[in-house]
């Protein structure tokens, strides 16, 4: 059999690479290819951010909650003050990619000249676990607006690093990607609260 001519073969070449252009199958096939993987992108960014402001929201009511619970008691034990920090960062629920700390401090306002502020108890919560923080007579920093003398407050904090769904494994391992490029694979989040007690001046704290 003769084998066919050349120009026959680059026509048949070119016929078909037309009738591809004209299809509307084929155009819309190459035009999902390249506009999926950023459509599906910009879904998922966009369901991540709405996660992190939700949950950005939370550690600001884990340490007003935690710190107005407290501000109620006339006096505390730490067993009770532990138990608060664990009912405040159960407020965080469903998101559990990584622990909050949360941080109690009564900080008392000394009644001299040159207000000082002193460390009376301090407790938090940090990785599931409670202890001391602050050591009682330390000083603190509190807003200069709140250096009244004699005053007392209940200086609650909490702080998370936020683990977006799309960069976070099990493992605790740092995965690959855009976010974790540009270092939004922990976002750091953090509140804190000063409150005046409710039912008395202070609020002791034996064995803080």
Aim: proline share 7%; glycine share 6%; charged share 25%.
């Amino acid at each position: 059999m003769a084998a066919k001519p050349q120009h026959d073969r680059r026509h048949g070449f070119l016929t078909k690479m037309r009738r591809f252009a004209s299809d509307r199958r084929g155009v819309a096939a190459l035009e999902f290819i390249f506009v999926a993987p950023l459509l599906f992108g910009l879904y998922f960014l966009t369901l991540e951010f709405a996660q992190a402001i939700d949950t950005n929201k939370k550690v600001s009511r884990v340490a007003s909650t935690v710190g107005d619970l407290i501000a109620q008691q006339p006096s505390i034990t730490p067993g009770e003050v532990d138990a608060i920090m664990k009912i405040g960062g159960a407020l965080l629920t469903p998101y559990k990619r990584s622990p909050p700390k949360i941080i109690v401090t009564a900080v008392e306002i000394t009644d001299e000249p040159t207000p000082q502020v002193r460390v009376v108890w301090s407790r938090k919560l940090q990785d599931g676990k409670t202890s001391e923080a602050l050591k009682p007579g330390s000083s603190a920093e509190v807003p200069e607006k709140l250096k009244t003398r004699g005053s007392f407050y209940i200086w609650a904090t909490a702080d998370l690093g936020y683990k977006p769904i799309i960069t976070w494994s099990e493992s605790g391992k740092k995965t690959l990607g855009l976010t974790a490029m540009v270092g939004l694979d922990n976002m750091e989040m953090s509140e804190r609260y000063y409150l005046r007690p409710r039912m008395s001046r202070t609020i002791p704290c034996p064995d803080c």
